[in-house]
């Protein structure tokens, strides 16, 4: 059980950069912005996948 | 009648699918060394059928009548996941973070611990790497083969993949070090974004939002590679610097 919640989700942090980008492009996308938010969104994800990264330089 | 094959996707699940078997490959090589090959195969077996079941019974829930909009989202969410924490670990290898993945280390740490341990534990070590790295391969090729019904293709990418790695493993006779792992991981860390991105805002915001379909994943790969580089040159001097000072 333990593996399968480990390869679905990863850590909390993973989630949490996920679901923060996600949330993003639906409030942009709700208030009529489409496009900017499918801009939004990999860029968020880029600067997340860029946190993480970083975080192994500090362990 | 003659099924269209995605060849984006086919391309994704076989490079995803032979890096997860690569590592999977290295631990049964070092359990089969140490332990005996009975040991090391037996547990590969078993893993394996336990992931057979798994993809039949996963493919199959996901096949049955969900809305494909949904279904869409929802595995779109699970590539963002996954590509994240891929695309992460390779920019922090490209920027010198992180050790890049040594099989042969790797091959060397689980052979000195089986040398302690018995063939029980042996077993369960080759079973569990078997289990968990073949439960990666069966979580992209469920996600990536459900989008227009392509699962067999997606499996028949995977199962190529695997007869690759095997081949090379058994002509190679050592840990497959010489496959460049990092550029790999990089590649499809930013391939499973791209579908991620894309289908988790068409299911948002419909397929008006993107420019052209599905060619709108050759700018997104575009952006996460281009962009992952980028990131990955800015964090190694950033980190440089650091480690001057404290000097």
């Known amino acids: ?59 | 009648m003659m099924m269209q094959v995605n060849w984006g996707m086919f391309a994704a699940v076989f490079l995803a699918a032979c890096v997860e078997w690569v590592e999977a490959f290295t631990i049964v090589l070092a359990v089969g060394i140490t332990a005996g090959w009975r040991t090391a195969l037996s547990a590969a077996l078993g893993a394996m059928l336990l992931l057979s079941g798994c993809a039949f019974a996963g493919g199959g829930l996901l096949m049955l009548g969900a809305h494909i909009d949904w279904l869409r989202g929802i595995i779109g969410l699970f590539l963002i996941l996954f590509g994240l924490r891929w695309l992460a670990k390779a920019i922090a290898r490209r920027a010198g973070l992180k050790d890049l993945h040594d099989e042969e280390e790797e091959f060397a740490h689980a052979r000195e611990g089986l040398a302690r341990a018995n063939r029980h534990a042996a077993w369960l070590v080759a079973f569990k790497g078997v289990l968990l790295e073949g439960l990666e391969v069966c979580l992209i090729v469920v996600a990536l083969g459900t989008k227009d019904k392509q699962l067999a293709s997606a499996g028949v990418a995977a199962l190529l993949a695997f007869g690759v790695v095997a081949l090379a493993g058994i002509w190679v006779r050592a840990p497959l070090s010489r496959v460049p792992e990092n550029t790999i991981k990089f590649i499809v860390g930013s391939m499973l974004l791209s579908f991620g991105t894309l289908w988790t805002m068409e299911t948002m915001a419909g397929t008006r939002v993107w420019w052209d379909g599905d060619l709108s994943l050759l700018p997104l790969l575009g952006i996460y590679l281009g962009g992952g580089l980028l990131v990955a040159q800015w964090l190694r001097v950033t980190y440089n610097k650091a480690m001057e000072v404290q000097r």
């Open chain 1, 1 to 59: 059980m333990k593996i399968l919640l480990k390869a679905l989700f990863g850590d909390w942090l993973n989630c949490i950069i996920a679901a923060i980008a996600v949330f993003a492009a639906v409030t942009v996308t709700e208030i009529g912005k489409p496009h900017l938010a499918s801009w939004l969104m990999p860029f968020m994800l880029l600067m997340g996948a860029g946190y993480l990264a970083s975080r192994y330089g500090r362990s």
